[in-house]
């Protein structure tokens, strides 16, 4: 599908447009899928992006998937108009028949068996709990499937968890779902620890590196928590001196005294810890509003391992020591490489990993390096040609080296910087005194001619903004020392009146600067080290099996993945904005979110074994398709499913219309035909919903299956009928009993 604008009497409009082959014609037919209106009175974001054209085509993406979700929502929805019963369900009706979502039980041996949550949860509600009337782990299934399958609010959770064929939540109170969240908070690091030793013990690996980012999360409340805590603490004072009869006048001078400054820092201090939303250096642009910092670890198959939830404000360096002590208490890593982009590259941060005798790859910026430094980065010598492999490895080849292929060499490297001291001690100048830290390691510069012509072509960029500013006379302000901005020559050098706003405008281009940029184009390079052993009391040794390094490489290569988790997290279980306010709930809800990384990260590795590569979001899109619809018989009783998980594909026009879209405008052909050849189809070539289900270990439903089949296939044979659907949705469904 395409997007045009087409004009109509004088007035332009937006259409996505579909091209569909005909048999026997050699044009395609072209249709309008939708019409999204004026195309001149569109948001302006959408007017943007159709005009560029990379925008274009993702803009056309999204429009195409909201107009399939929309023409299914139709077709649920045939019957709208007739008066229903209040059933606790979201996802439609075909002719006045509940579609219900089959996808979680994909995911539910994984969470069983795999992760063996499900025996770790029993246990600690049977233990830990007087919990009798609700299963924790059922619970908390629904919770972590459900932000795979559709993300909600645990608010709009409770409300649609009869949802779904078999789930055994669904008579759980809503209090409850909160309630829940306590616990995931108060054993989180147990639950980690047991879903990842359960994963690694049944594949008998064991952790070899640890992958380490940090991201941010906001919410949507205009108060950090400090402010909240000093506007709870006046109106409580206000009303504890009503209460005693104060008047008006003494409440504000008591308010507005040293008094109650004082009791206000103590207030504060007493609840330090329960400061988290607060705000910080957004990732999002989302500075007007509060946020979380969430660091996350990933093993080297690109499974979690761990997280942790900070405080908005806290910086990313101040995120890797307990990071690393809490890897080290839940998994007792020895020798382990801590692998890292250049954000977190600090000297103090390698050095403390260097203290715990772990190793470390860490990204190296190469534009402020000494001039030894890089005059030993572009001396050819010492270089060796590599090529990445399709398999991900790198391999060195021999020879002659070849100057414009991609090659590296290793060195050894100092990193050294200035640290303020911890005692607090000040200088005559009335700042903290510091001292010098030192780290040993190695380095490995690389040199690509791809990355070269990438950094050229953002240089040009950069050359022509800055340009742009120099002809337009821009004020530069006082901090323009990086990007595009820092090409930019000012007389702020040469002024007398440092505080002239005049000596920032523009004058012209730092060619210094740029010529500097054009000699470094292609070259990165990576700081690391290996990790030591504690061979005997007071001694270390190098590990048995380091890394080469070809396989430093690798890792620092792998280490997408990471960001590739935190946009499943981000974008696909939409871990933002956060919907709970509370310190302890709001740790539990990442981590739900980290458990629901772990489902999906198995289910693709499952897909990957069976030979099918699918992303995230095409898992997620294949999950919430799988739906069924029960069919009541004439006793009112359920008996059997219409499966609606065949993909678009079987009821495209193609198959049942004359280029006609909407169901009840359809000119329907035989149903047999239509179902032999999708069937015959189907074999060929299975919806990713078939897919799935088959990497999970189930089989793919017909289009009509009956209760019995659909256990079997399912893997839920042992549970009784009247468990398979909510009494309340069966309920409804029996009163559309067939009549015929």
């Not at 995120?319 to 103090?348: C, H, Q, W």
């Not at 009112?636 to 405008?665: M, V, Y």
Request: glycine share 4%; proline share 3%.
């Amino acid at each position: 599908m395409y997007l045009t604008v087409r004009n109509t009497r004088g007035n332009r409009y937006l259409l996505l447009m579909e091209s569909v082959h005909v048999p026997g014609k050699r044009a395609p037919n072209k249709r309008v899928i939708k019409n999204f209106g004026n195309y001149d009175k569109l948001p302006e974001e959408i007017r943007r992006q159709y005009e560029d054209a990379k925008a274009k085509k993702e803009l056309a993406k999204r429009l195409e998937q909201q107009a399939r979700n929309s023409a299914l929502s139709d077709a649920l929805h045939a019957d709208s108009q007739v008066n229903q019963p209040d059933v606790a369900v979201s996802s439609g009706n075909f002719n006045r028949a509940h579609a219900l979502c089959y996808g979680h039980l994909a995911l539910k041996d994984i969470w069983d068996k795999e992760l063996g949550l499900k025996y770790k949860l029993n246990y600690l509600q049977k233990t830990e709990t007087a919990i009798t009337e609700w299963s924790l782990n059922d619970l908390l299934f629904y919770l972590c499937a459900s932000k795979v399958i559709s993300p909600d609010s645990y608010l709009g959770a409770s409300e649609n968890k009869s949802n779904f064929i078999y789930c055994p939540w669904n008579g759980i109170a809503q209090d409850n779902f909160y309630r829940s969240l306590d616990l995931v908070y108060e054993h989180r690091d147990s639950l980690i620890k047991h879903a990842v030793k359960t994963r690694n013990r049944g594949k008998k690996q064991e952790i070899r590196l640890a992958f380490f980012d940090c991201t941010n999360t906001w919410f949507e409340t205009p108060y950090d928590d400090i402010t909240w805590q000093t506007i709870r603490f006046t109106r409580q004072r206000r009303e504890e001196l009503l209460s005693e009869g104060r008047s008006a006048e003494e409440i504000e001078a008591y308010l507005s005294g040293d008094e109650f400054a004082e009791d206000l820092a103590e207030e504060l201090n007493l609840r330090a810890e329960d400061v988290l939303r607060m705000r910080g250096k957004s990732k999002e642009g989302r500075f007007s509003q509060p946020i979380v910092t969430v660091a996350l670890a990933i093993d080297q198959n690109g499974f979690p391992i761990d997280c942790k939830v900070f405080a908005g404000n806290v910086s990313e360096m101040k995120t890797i020591s307990p990071m690393l002590e809490s890897l080290r208490a839940k998994y007792d890593v020895k020798d382990v490489y801590f692998v890292a982009d250049r954000g977190l590259n600090s000297t103090e941060g390698l050095d403390e990993i260097s203290e715990k005798n772990l190793g470390y790859v860490v990204a190296q910026k190469v534009s402020s390096q000494k001039s030894k430094d890089r005059n030993v980065m572009l001396d050819l010598a010492g270089y060796r040609n590599c090529r990445l492999q399709e398999d991900g490895t790198f391999l060195t080849e021999d020879g002659d080296l070849r100057a414009d292929a991609f090659r590296y060499k290793v060195c050894d490297f100092t990193k050294a910087s200035y640290v303020e001291n911890e005692d607090g001690e000040l200088t005559k100048n009335g700042r903290l005194k510091r001292h010098k830290v030192s780290v040993s390691c190695k380095i490995i510069y690389t040199y690509s001619p791809e990355r070269r012509a990438r950094d050229l072509a953002d240089l040009e960029s950069q050359i022509a903004k800055a340009n742009r500013a120099v002809s337009e006379g821009c004020l530069m302000g006082n901090a323009c020392g990086t990007g595009w901005r820092a090409l930019v020559k000012t007389a702020k050098e040469a002024a007398q009146n440092k505080n002239d706003k005049e000596m920032y405008r523009a004058q012209g281009l730092k060619q210094d600067v740029i010529e500097e940029r054009k000699t470094i184009a292609g070259y990165s390079a990576l700081v690391f080290a290996h990790p030591k052993t504690d061979a005997k009391a007071g001694t270390v040794q190098p590990p048995l099996n380091p890394l080469t390094d070809e396989q430093v490489l690798e890792t620092y290569h792998k280490l997408v993945r990471i960001e590739d988790c935190f946009r499943v997290m981000k974008s696909t279980f939409s871990i933002r904005p956060v919907h709970v306010r509370l310190r302890e709930r709001i740790i539990a809800h990442c981590t739900l979110c980290v458990l629901s990384l772990m489902l999906m990260r198995s289910l693709q590795e499952k897909l990957e074994t069976a030979g099918v590569s699918m992303s995230s979001e095409r898992i997620s899109t294949a999950l919430a398709q799988a739906l069924a619809v029960p069919v009541p018989s004439k006793d009112g009783s359920i008996q059997a499913f219409l499966n609606l998980g065949l993909g678009e594909a079987f009821h495209s026009p193609i198959r049942t219309a004359k280029n006609r879209r909407q169901w009840e405008e359809n000119e329907m052909l035989n149903h047999d035909d239509v179902w032999k050849v999708f069937e015959s189809e189907r074999t060929q070539t299975p919806h990713d919903t078939d897919l799935v289900l088959l990497a999970a270990g189930l089989r793919p439903l017909d289009l009509y299956c009956s209760m019995a089949e659909l256990k079997r296939r399912l893997g839920i044979p042992n549970q009784p009928d009247a468990d398979m659907i909510a009494p309340e949705v069966a309920h409804y469904h029996s009163m559309l009993k067939v009549t015929g």
